[in-house]
C-alpha cells in the first residue's frame, strides 16, 4: 500500500542485511545483554541511521514508509536493534529535523547519519513517565548561558561509548504552579553530564538503556532547540511520530514470530501428521496473519497521512494501542505452538516473547493511548 520502487528495495536490503549480519548473533548478545558497537555501525554502512535525514545534510532523504520498513524488517529478527535505529532516528534526530535551526542541522546531522555517533531523546524521569508534566530537570539561565539539574532514566541510546548527546526537556520557569518547559541540545562532553547503563532488561537486553545525571551543566544559548517555553510541544510532537515507529516494531516482530511459528508447525509432527494440519493450530496461523495484515494497512495509510500533512495524531494513538497489543498476542500464540520448545532459550520465540512486552509501555502505555484517544472522540463528538 502506497509503496515505490524504494520502498521494495529498502524492505529486500534491510531483510538480507538483518538475516546475515543480525539474526547469527542476536541470541548471543542478549544472553550477555551487550550493546554492539560493530553492529551498530555495520547497521550505519546502509544508511539506516539517516534515512530520513536530507540529503544536504547527509542522510539518505527516503520517506517515512522508507524507515517504518526498515524498522519492521529489523524488529522482525531482532527488537534490540531495532530499538537502536528508532530511538535514534525517530526520537533523537528527529526533533533536530524539525525543530533545529540551521546551524544545528547542519552541526550535529551529518555526524548523526552514518552510525558513527548516536543521539538520545531524554524525557523519562524516575517520576515522570506516563505525566510528562511531572519533569523535574531544571536548566535555569545564568551569565549568558542553562544551568542543568536533574536526571532522566530509561534512555535509550544514551550511555554508548558512541553517544555524543542527547535532546533534554527541562523546566525553565514555573508560574503560579504551571511549568514552563524547554528543550537543549546537549553534547555528552559537557561538564557535569554524567551516564550509567541499565542492565538486567528482560527485553531489548542488546540496546543501550541508561540514566542520566545532569550537575550544574552549562548550556549554550545557541543549544536551545526550539523556542523557550515549546519543550512540551516539541517531545509532545516526537512522540506522536514515535508511536509510528513503535507500531512498526510491533508489526516486525509480529511478522518474526508469525513465520517462525508457520515453520515450526509445518515440521513439528504429532499423532503422525505435522501440527498445521490440525485446525486448533491452523487457524491460530489464520487469526496471526489477518492481525498482521490490518495493522500493517493502517500503519502505512498514517504514514501517508503523516507524509501529506494532515493530521495524523490520533490515528498514531490508536496504531500503537492496537499495534502493541496485536504483537502480545501474535507472539503469545506463537510461544502455545512452540509448546514447551518455546520456553527455551535457544529457540527465537523465547526471546521475542520477551522483547514484546516493552511495546505496550514505550512511547506511551496502552493506557494513556486510550485517555489519548478517547479525547480525540469526545472533541470531535462536540464540535
Request: with cysteine; hydrophobic share 40%.
Given at each position: 500500500?502506497?509503496?515505490?520502487?524504494?520502498?521494495?528495495?529498502?524492505?529486500?536490503?534491510?531483510?538480507?542485511?538483518?538475516?546475515r549480519e543480525i539474526r547469527p548473533v542476536a541470541r548471543e548478545l542478549d544472553e550477555k545483554g551487550e550493546f554492539s558497537v560493530e553492529l551498530t555501525k555495520k547497521m550505519g554502512e546502509i544508511g539506516l541511521f539517516g534515512i530520513r535525514v536530507p540529503v544536504e545534510y547527509g542522510g539518505q532523504g527516503m520517506d517515512n514508509l522508507a524507515y517504518l520498513i526498515a524498522i519492521e524488517e529489523l524488529a522482525r529478527v531482532d527488537s534490540s536493534q531495532a530499538a537502536?535505529?528508532?530511538?535514534?532516528?525517530?526520537?533523537?534526530?528527529?526533533?533536530?529535523?524539525?525543530?533545529?535551526?540551521?546551524?544545528?542541522?547542519?552541526?550535529?546531522?551529518?555526524?548523526?547519519?552514518?552510525?558513527?555517533?548516536?543521539?538520545?531523546?531524554?524525557?523519562?524521569?524516575?517520576?515522570?513517565?506516563?505525566?510528562?508534566?511531572?519533569?523535574?530537570?531544571?536548566?535555569?539561565?545564568?551569565?549568558?548561558?542553562?544551568?542543568?539539574?536533574?536526571?532522566?532514566?530509561?534512555?535509550?541510546?544514551?550511555?554508548?561509548?558512541?553517544?555524543?548527546?542527547?535532546?533534554?526537556?527541562?523546566?525553565?520557569?514555573?508560574?503560579?504552579?504551571?511549568?514552563?518547559?524547554?528543550?537543549?541540545?546537549?553534547?555528552?562532553?559537557?561538564?557535569?553530564?554524567?551516564?550509567?547503563?541499565?542492565?538486567?532488561?528482560?527485553?531489548?537486553?542488546?540496546?543501550?538503556?541508561?540514566?542520566?545525571?545532569?550537575?550544574?551543566?552549562?548550556?549554550?544559548?545557541?543549544?536551545?532547540?526550539?523556542?523557550?517555553?515549546?519543550?512540551?510541544?516539541?517531545?509532545?510532537?516526537?512522540?506522536?511520530?514515535?508511536?509510528?515507529?513503535?507500531?512498526?516494531?510491533?508489526?516486525?516482530?509480529?511478522?518474526?514470530?508469525?513465520?517462525?511459528?508457520?515453520?515450526?508447525?509445518?515440521?513439528?509432527?504429532?499423532?503422525?501428521?505435522?501440527?498445521?494440519?490440525?485446525?486448533?493450530?491452523?487457524?491460530?496461523?489464520?487469526?496471526?496473519?489477518?492481525?498482521?495484515?490490518?495493522?500493517?494497512?493502517?500503519?502505512?495509510?498514517?504514514?501517508?497521512?503523516?507524509?501529506?500533512?494532515?493530521?495524523?495524531?490520533?490515528?498514531?494513538?490508536?496504531?500503537?494501542?492496537?499495534?502493541?497489543?496485536?504483537?502480545?498476542?501474535?507472539?503469545?500464540?506463537?510461544?502455545?505452538?512452540?509448546?514447551?520448545?518455546?520456553?527455551?532459550?535457544?529457540?527465537?520465540?523465547?526471546?521475542?516473547?520477551?522483547?514484546?512486552?516493552?511495546?505496550?509501555?514505550?512511547?506511551?502505555?496502552?493506557?494513556?493511548?486510550?485517555?489519548?484517544?478517547?479525547?480525540?472522540?469526545?472533541?470531535?463528538?462536540?464540535?
Amino acid at each position: 500500500m502506497y509503496q515505490k520502487e524504494e520502498h521494495h528495495f529498502i524492505r529486500e536490503t534491510v531483510r538480507k542485511f538483518a538475516e546475515r549480519e543480525i539474526r547469527p548473533v542476536a541470541r548471543e548478545l542478549d544472553e550477555k545483554g551487550e550493546f554492539s558497537v560493530e553492529l551498530t555501525k555495520k547497521m550505519g554502512e546502509i544508511g539506516l541511521f539517516g534515512i530520513r535525514v536530507p540529503v544536504e545534510y547527509g542522510g539518505q532523504g527516503m520517506d517515512n514508509l522508507a524507515y517504518l520498513i526498515a524498522i519492521e524488517e529489523l524488529a522482525r529478527v531482532d527488537s534490540s536493534q531495532a530499538a537502536t535505529i528508532m530511538a535514534h532516528n525517530s526520537l533523537g534526530i528527529g526533533p533536530i529535523i524539525h525543530f533545529g535551526t540551521e546551524e544545528q542541522k547542519r552541526k550535529y546531522l551529518p555526524k548523526l547519519s552514518t552510525g558513527e555517533a548516536l543521539w538520545a531523546f531524554g524525557l523519562t524521569e524516575p517520576d515522570a513517565g506516563s505525566d510528562s508534566r511531572a519533569t523535574k530537570t531544571k536548566a535555569v539561565f545564568m551569565d549568558g548561558h542553562w544551568v542543568l539539574n536533574g536526571s532522566k532514566t530509561f534512555i535509550t541510546n544514551g550511555a554508548s561509548s558512541i553517544n555524543i548527546g542527547a535532546t533534554i526537556q527541562s523546566v525553565t520557569d514555573i508560574d503560579q504552579g504551571v511549568k514552563e518547559f524547554t528543550t537543549f541540545l546537549l553534547d555528552a562532553d559537557t561538564k557535569g553530564f554524567t551516564r550509567k547503563p541499565i542492565h538486567g532488561k528482560m527485553m531489548w537486553r542488546a540496546s543501550d538503556t541508561a540514566e542520566l545525571f545532569f550537575n550544574d551543566c552549562c548550556i549554550p544559548q545557541e543549544n536551545m532547540l526550539g523556542k523557550r517555553g515549546e519543550g512540551s510541544k516539541i517531545m509532545l510532537n516526537t512522540l506522536d511520530s514515535g508511536r509510528l515507529s513503535i507500531s512498526a516494531m510491533a508489526i516486525g516482530l509480529a511478522q518474526g514470530a508469525y513465520e517462525l511459528a508457520l515453520d515450526y508447525a509445518k515440521e513439528r509432527k504429532q499423532f503422525g501428521r505435522p501440527i498445521a494440519d490440525f485446525q486448533a493450530i491452523s487457524f491460530k496461523l489464520a487469526d496471526m496473519a489477518t492481525k498482521i495484515e490490518i495493522a500493517r494497512t493502517f500503519l502505512y495509510h498514517i504514514s501517508w497521512l503523516r507524509t501529506n500533512g494532515k493530521p495524523f495524531a490520533k490515528q498514531a494513538a490508536m496504531s500503537k494501542l492496537y499495534c502493541s497489543e496485536m504483537a502480545k498476542e501474535v507472539a503469545d500464540e506463537a510461544v502455545q505452538i512452540f509448546g514447551g520448545y518455546g520456553l527455551m532459550k535457544e529457540y527465537d520465540i523465547e526471546r521475542m516473547y520477551r522483547d514484546v512486552r516493552i511495546l505496550q509501555i514505550g512511547e506511551g502505555t496502552s493506557e494513556i493511548q486510550r485517555l489519548v484517544i478517547s479525547r480525540y472522540i469526545l472533541k470531535d463528538e462536540n464540535k
